[in-house]
Structure formats: C-alpha cells, structure tokens
C-alpha cells in the first residue's frame, strides 16, 4: 500500500501571494465559463454531470447517470453507449465542418501537413479498415509507440474506433519499458515508425520495437509508419508497412456504438513500487469530462481558436488534451513533433506567430527553460494572438507564473494552472478564465461539479492557511476505472489510506491559503517529478541494482530549479568504491544502464557512489536524510537511524568520490 515517505508534504514551503489578476471585463463578457456552473453543479452534482454528457453524440442514451454501489469502481452514464472516434471525428464532419483545420501539424524539419476533418475521417477509417484485416478485434490491445506524427494521432482514434484499446507508450521510453507494457497488456497489435527526429537528428525507433517484441509472444504484427526513411530490420509476416496495407483501404467505415463503461484505454505511470501501474479509463465519462473541462477552462471557441497543447501523446496531457478533449470539440489546433530548440530557441514562438495560436498550455519545466533562454528570444515575436495560457504538471513557483504572463502574455491572457492526472483523466482543480481572478503559484479550486479537499492524517478538513493531503471526495466521470489486472493495488494505492472516508488520495500534499485557494506543494510518496514527468524512485533503484558493480542504491528527487525535481542516486558499488577515475567511468555507465532500462528520461542527474546507506532499525532507508545531503543542507534529525555514524560516513565518503 502507498505510505506517505518519511519526507512528508514540504509544509516548511508555504507560499504567501497576495497578488491576484482578476479577468478583463473584455474577456469574462465572452467567456464559455460562468458562475451559474458552480451553482449549478452545488445544486444537483449528477444533473450537472449528466448536462457535460449531452456535449456528446449517444447512440443509446443513458438510464442513470452513476452508479457507485461498487466503490471504488465507478460506473458514469450506465446503459450509454457511444463510439468515441465519431464523436471526435465524423459528427464534426457531418455538421458541416468537414474542411475545418483540425491539425496543423509542424515536422521537426520544418516539413507541414495540414489535415482537415475530412482528412481525419478518412485517415481514421482506413486505418481503422486495416486494423481489421490484420484480425484486431474488439476488446484487443494495440500498443502505439510513436513520435508526434499525424498517423500517431489516427491510429489512437482507429483503435478507438474498433472499440480495442489503446496502451500508448512513450517513444522515449526503452525496448525493457516497451516490452513490460506489451506484456502486461498482452497487446496484439504494436505501431511504431522506422525513426523519429531528436534534435535534428533521425534516430531509430523500430529497433526498439525489435527487441521487445522478441519476447512478447502475444503480438502478431507491428505495424510501421514511414518517417525518417531510417534503415529496418524486416520480420517477414510479422511487419507491415503503413502505407502497404492502410493506403489502400477503403475510406469508408461504419462507427459501431460500444458502451459507455467500455475500456477505451491504459496509459502506464510510475506507483511508488517498480512495477509501473497500468491505468484504465473508459469511454463515455472520460470524453464527456475531457470535452466539459476543455470547453471551460481553456475557453476554447471552435470557429476562431487555435490552439496548441505542447504535450505528447505519450502521456496522459497528450491523451486528454491533443486528442480526446479538444477533437470531441471541433478544435484547430497545432501539433509539433519536435523538440522546443531546434533549430533554434524561438521555435515556439515562431510556430504560435505563423498560425495565430490563440489557447497555449504547456509545463511550468518549459516555462522555466524559457525564462533561463532569455526575454528577448520571445519580444522578437508577434505573440498577441495569444489569449489564454494553460499550465499543467506540477506545482508553478508565482516567479515562473509571473514571468509567462508578462512575456508570453503580454500582461493580459490568464493562466490556468490545472491540476490533474493519469488516474483523474481530466482536469480537476484549476481557475476558470473570465470567472476566477487568478493568483500565481495556486491552481484554486476544484472545477464545478469535482469535490476535491485538503485533510489531515485523520481524513479531516483543515483550516484556511492549513496543510495536509488532497483528496477528492466525490467521484468524477473521468475517474480510472482501476489498475489492469490488479484490482487489490487499484484499492491499496488510492482508496486504503483514508478507508473510512472513501476518499480518493491523490499522494500529493496541498495547503488552503487564507482565501480557501488550493496550492499543491509536490508528492508525498516516493515518486519524483522531473519535468513533469513522474519517475518512481524504486523504479532507479531497480534499474541501478540490476547493474553487476552496484550492491544497494538509493534514488532521491532534489529539487532542482529548471526541472522541478533532478534524480539523484546514492549507490554502494560491489568491492567498494574504487579509486575516482574508476569511480567516474563506473558512474557513467550507470547513467548509461539506467537510460537502457527505463527511458532517457529517468538518468540520474547525480550519482553518488557511498560506503552505506542510512537505514532505520526495521531496515528502511532514510530518504529524507538523503535529500539533504543531495540538497546541500545540513542534515536532519538521525536519532532513528540503526547507526547514526552513517550520516559522516556518507559525508565524507562523498569528499573523496565526488
Ligand atoms: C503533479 C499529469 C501541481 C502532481 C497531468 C500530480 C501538478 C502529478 C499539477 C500527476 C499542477 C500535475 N500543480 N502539481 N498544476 N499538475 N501535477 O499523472 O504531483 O503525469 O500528482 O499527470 O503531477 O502527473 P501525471
């Protein structure tokens, strides 16, 4: 079961901000949002819920809007059903918006593509036609592990539409984290492309889907797209070209309508053990909430907006708001494969001037990079386009927050900052533009119709300006659905710690400032957050002891001034430390090895090679204590440890290998 570290929520950091940005008259006259939503959601929380829904096309209406007698397994719009893809797609089409932009998609190279509705509808039933002559069915599982292509996008919505579901791994993760996904997922299906652009280099992808998919016995074809003309291997009968057997498909495909609780699909995120958990979402109350929060809280109007959520599609913000959200609302919206410096440092803004973006949602890690970058690389740009700016994936510091409203914002497009997850599928707390004025560094309140709380140890409510642990109090429609395949995590991971309640505990800690604003003040379990990316700390450690020279590691998140938190690792090497010139090569590899079993993303930024870990007496290692030391602070209180000599054991260790 998840226990809170012995880090606790960062209470010794309480924000005080008294600054607030109330929204222009200008801009709350012509808001998508109103106050009547809290009102209204106050005042019948299901009927509210059950209004988001008509945002979607039913094939069969719903008979009750939720059933909960289940808890913690949650049924939204019960006897619904709905094909998700057409409402992402073909209804748009059919009411008259078929040559509307939906994605203006800009290549790393500088190569374009502009794909309408029409397109969309096109692309998605032929590949959708060619999933089914590769015999997918119903209920299968297809893994996408792909760069920010269009075809990314197609193949999420085929899937979608064929009712099979879709387990979307990050293109940055390893052929070790590929496969584990696949095989938990028993995937029959994996589409990949033969390379993807890593600043301005082609670099392969498909060999990763090589190796793992050597030892996934359930997958039958993988299918590739063509995109950086990179050498292949070919597995005959096993591989298949994208524009072999999706080009000439036929266009048309008839929408099958599958029930609102059908599995739409599992995105993987680190829990604080090593195994990551599989999260599942279902179809019709994940869209009806990922249309309903995108619609109010970023303002969207789809006969004017451009939009652009700087995301992939590898995690959940790349499900929710490239994907789901915005297509089940008509969007125009831009979609960049690339990385934010090539070819150079004004990339973004060059974009957002070149298509007139007018909604921008990016992470506080990019927002930050930016400021670093400098103010002028921006003022050569003409962002006034730009009109509302969203932020998402851990907590803004009000300088970082500042700094995006003046430079990008000209001093007037409010920011949202939204708090959410992979579990919530949606947006949950976040200030509505035109309604809330808004206040750096705090995401607010829950949104109408999310119960949300800050609570003590004992599951009780604190004062204004007290602090404690977010919990939601009320289930969501966009709720997971539980853990694939494991139902008993599902039940000790969210809903064992505050049992009697039946709360939701989210595993970050929060305080209420003196007006009842929410602030989240990071997690309060053992997984990181680096730029926004989750990273459990005992998933470092697994993949650091798999090494042959390492007998023990620890994994801190030290905070880190552009990427929120950086890893750091304190390892104890088989036969000691060595000399420091083996010291530096033997860290290197590490690095290396922990890139080649997780993910790039998950190297640490530090290892410290040690003599011992601190350990209390039942043999837990003192994190905390380990922070400080990666934090270069005096160290805490040692009075639990087994042995409270470690502490300048570790400390001097480190003068001779650092
Ligand atoms: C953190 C990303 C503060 C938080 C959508 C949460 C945030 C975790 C915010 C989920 C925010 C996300 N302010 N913290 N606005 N948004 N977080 O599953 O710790 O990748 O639990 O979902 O990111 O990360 P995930």
Redesign the pocket.
């Known amino acids: 079961m998840t226990q809170p570290s012995d880090q606790g929520p960062a209470l010794d950091n309480l924000h005080t901000e008294s600054r607030t940005f109330p929204p222009s008259a200008e801009f709350a006259a012509q808001a998508n949002a109103t106050s009547a939503l809290y009102d209204d959601a106050s005042a019948d929380r299901e009927a509210f819920w059950a209004a988001q829904a008509d945002r979607l096309d039913w094939d069969t209406k719903w008979g009750q809007v939720l059933d909960w007698s289940d808890a913690p397994f949650a049924k939204w719009f019960v006897g619904g059903k709905l094909n998700v893809a057409y409402n992402c797609v073909d209804r748009h089409v059919e009411s008259g918006h078929g040559d509307q932009v939906a994605i203006h998609w800009v290549g790393e190279p500088g190569d374009k593509r502009t794909i309408t509705y029409n397109d969309l509808k096109r692309e998605v039933s032929k590949a959708a036609n060619a999933l089914v002559s590769l015999g997918l069915e119903t209920g299968d599982r297809v893994a996408i592990y792909m760069p920010m292509v269009p075809e990314a996008i197609f193949s999420i919505l085929a899937v979608a539409r064929l009712g099979a579901t879709h387990s979307v791994v990050f293109a940055g993760f390893s052929a070790e984290a590929l496969r584990t996904r696949i095989d938990d997922a028993s995937a029959k299906i994996v589409i990949t492309t033969d390379g993807q652009y890593r600043r301005g280099k082609p670099v392969s992808l498909k060999a990763a889907v090589d190796e793992a998919v050597a030892q996934t016995p359930s997958v039958t074809n993988v299918l590739v797209v063509r995109r950086t003309e990179s050498e292949v291997d070919w597995v005959e009968g096993r591989d298949v070209w994208w524009h072999d057997v999706v080009d000439g498909q036929s266009e048309e495909h008839a929408p099958e309508a599958f029930d609102s609780e059908h599995p739409l699909f599992i995105l993987y ?1 680190s829990g604080t053990t090593g195994k990551p958990k599989g999260i599942l979402h279902t179809a019709g109350g994940y869209l009806t909430q990922t249309a309903y929060t995108h619609h109010n809280v970023f303002d969207l109007k789809p006969d004017t907006d451009v939009y652009w959520c700087t995301a992939d599609i590898g ?3 790349g499900h929710s708001y490239i994907v789901y959200g915005p297509l089940a609302n008509r969007v125009t919206q831009v979609v960049y494969e690339g990385t934010p410096n090539t070819p150079h440092e004004g990339r973004h803004w060059e974009i957002i001037q070149e298509y007139g973006v007018s909604i921008y949602y990016t992470a506080p890690t990019l927002i930050r990079t930016f400021m670093k970058w400098g103010d002028d690389i921006p003022a050569k740009y003409d962002l006034s386009s730009l009109r509302v700016l969203g ?6 510091n009000p300088e970082a927050w500042i700094w995006y409203r003046e430079h990008i914002g000209a001093g007037k497009a409010p920011i949202v ?8 599928g949606a947006i949950m ?2 200030p509505l533009p035109g309604v809330i004025s808004t206040k750096p560094g705090s ?1 607010q309140r829950p949104l109408p119709g999310i119960g949300a709380k800050v609570v003590d140890e004992q599951g009780v409510e604190v004062a204004h300006g007290g602090g404690g642990y977010l919990v939601l109090d009320q289930p969501w429609p966009s709720m997971l659905r539980g853990i694939w395949g494991d139902e008993q995590r599902f039940r000790d991971t969210y809903w064992s710690r505050f049992e009697k309640e039946g709360f939701y505990f ?3 800690g929060a305080k209420y400032d003196a007006d009842g604003d929410i602030w ?1 003040l ?2 309060v379990d053992d ?1 990181m ?1 680096v730029s ?3 990273i459990s700390t005992t998933e470092v450690e697994s993949a650091l002891v798999s090494h042959p020279t390492v007998a023990e590691a620890a994994v801190v998140g030290a905070s880190d001034p552009t990427t929120g938190q950086g890893i750091v690792a304190f390892v104890i090497l088989r036969g000691g430390a060595g000399d420091s010139a083996s010291g530096a090569e033997a860290i290197k590899a590490l690095r290396e090895h922990v890139a080649k079993e997780i993910g790039p993303i998950a190297k640490p930024r530090q290892i410290m090679v040690v003599p011992e870990l601190p350990k209390t007496r039942s043999g837990k290692i003192m994190r905390r204590l380990l922070k400080d030391v990666a934090e270069n602070r005096q160290v805490g209180d040692v009075t639990t440890l087994a042995d409270s000599s470690v502490m300048d054991l570790i400390s001097s260790g480190l003068k001779t290998t650092t």
């Open positions: 995120t995690w959940v913000t932020s998402v994936g851990e907590p803004i900052d939204t708090w959410w997850q992979t579990e919530t707390i976040s995401a989210a595993g970050d989240l990071g997690r997984v957050n926004g990316h989750r």
